[in-house]
C-alpha cells in the first residue's frame, strides 16, 4: 500500500466542512437524480491517508466467463465498529435527508487501471428509492451515467477531493453508472460509499 499516491488539485472550493451549501441537484427525468457538493470534505488528504493505513482492505474476486477473477480495486466493508471519522460523514448525510444509512463500503482505485464496469447497485432488489451516498476522496475519475441496459453516455462527472454524490430517487433501478479505466489518472482514489437496509419515510 506504500506505493500509492495521488495529486491534488490546485482548485480549493471555499464553504465549511460537511455544509451542503453550493450543492445542486442534477435531475436525470422526473423520478431520478444526483445531488453534488464540491468539496464536502475539505480534509479529504488526511481521511484518505487515515483509511489507507487503517481500513481492513481486500481484494475480491468474481465469476466471469466462468471464470473467477480479482475485482481491478481493493474495498473495506464497515458494518459494525464504525471509525469516528466515517461516523461524522455518516450522522451528516442521515440528518440531512432523513435516512439511516447503516452500512459503509470503501473503495480504492489505486491507479487508472482500477475500475468498475457499469451496474447498479444491489440495494435496488430489496428497497424502492434507495439512496447511495459516495464520498470521494483523492485523485478525481470519471463517473459515468446511462440509461439501464445500455445506450449513450448521459452525464459524466469527475468526483475526486473530498465531493459528495447523492443518488437518489429511482436511479438505481432506471440508470446505471461506471468508473472506468483511465489512462491519464492523477493517481489513487477511494470512494466512500453509505447504504441504508430500512426504505427513508
Given at each position: 500500500m506504500h506505493d500509492i499516491a495521488?495529486?491534488?488539485?490546485?482548485?480549493?472550493?471555499?464553504?465549511?466542512?460537511?455544509?451542503?451549501?453550493?450543492?445542486?441537484?442534477?435531475?436525470?427525468?422526473?423520478?431520478?437524480?444526483?445531488?453534488?457538493?464540491?468539496?464536502?470534505?475539505?480534509?479529504?488528504?488526511?481521511?484518505?491517508?487515515q483509511l489507507l493505513a487503517e481500513a481492513p482492505w481486500q481484494q475480491r474476486t468474481r465469476v466471469m466467463w466462468e471464470r473467477e477473477v480479482l475485482e481491478p480495486r481493493l474495498t473495506a466493508w464497515f458494518k459494525e465498529g464504525l471509525p469516528a471519522s466515517l461516523e461524522q460523514l455518516q450522522l451528516a448525510v442521515s440528518r440531512r435527508y432523513g435516512v439511516e444509512f447503516d452500512s459503509c463500503l470503501v473503495n480504492l482505485y489505486r491507479d487508472g487501471n482500477d475500475a468498475v464496469a457499469w451496474h447498479g447497485d444491489t440495494v435496488r432488489k430489496t428497497l424502492r428509492n434507495p439512496l447511495v451516498v459516495t464520498v470521494s476522496l483523492g485523485a478525481s475519475r470519471r463517473f459515468l451515467v446511462r440509461r439501464r441496459g445500455g445506450g449513450p453516455v448521459?452525464?459524466?462527472?469527475?468526483?475526486?477531493?473530498?465531493?459528495?454524490?447523492?443518488?437518489?430517487?429511482?436511479?438505481?433501478?432506471?440508470?446505471?453508472?461506471?468508473?472506468?479505466?483511465?489512462?491519464?489518472?492523477?493517481?489513487?482514489?477511494?470512494?466512500?460509499?453509505?447504504?441504508?437496509?430500512?426504505?427513508?419515510?
Amino acid at each position: 500500500m506504500h506505493d500509492i499516491a495521488w495529486q491534488d488539485s490546485l482548485l480549493t472550493v471555499e464553504h465549511d466542512r460537511l455544509s451542503f451549501d453550493g450543492g445542486r441537484r442534477d435531475h436525470l427525468d422526473g423520478t431520478s437524480w444526483i445531488d453534488l457538493v464540491p468539496g464536502w470534505v475539505p480534509d479529504h488528504a488526511d481521511l484518505f491517508d487515515q483509511l489507507l493505513a487503517e481500513a481492513p482492505w481486500q481484494q475480491r474476486t468474481r465469476v466471469m466467463w466462468e471464470r473467477e477473477v480479482l475485482e481491478p480495486r481493493l474495498t473495506a466493508w464497515f458494518k459494525e465498529g464504525l471509525p469516528a471519522s466515517l461516523e461524522q460523514l455518516q450522522l451528516a448525510v442521515s440528518r440531512r435527508y432523513g435516512v439511516e444509512f447503516d452500512s459503509c463500503l470503501v473503495n480504492l482505485y489505486r491507479d487508472g487501471n482500477d475500475a468498475v464496469a457499469w451496474h447498479g447497485d444491489t440495494v435496488r432488489k430489496t428497497l424502492r428509492n434507495p439512496l447511495v451516498v459516495t464520498v470521494s476522496l483523492g485523485a478525481s475519475r470519471r463517473f459515468l451515467v446511462r440509461r439501464r441496459g445500455g445506450g449513450p453516455v448521459l452525464k459524466e462527472y469527475a468526483p475526486g477531493q473530498g465531493d459528495l454524490m447523492v443518488m437518489g430517487g429511482a436511479m438505481q433501478h432506471d440508470y446505471e453508472h461506471t468508473v472506468p479505466r483511465q489512462k491519464n489518472a492523477s493517481g489513487a482514489r477511494m470512494s466512500v460509499t453509505m447504504r441504508h437496509s430500512q426504505q427513508a419515510g
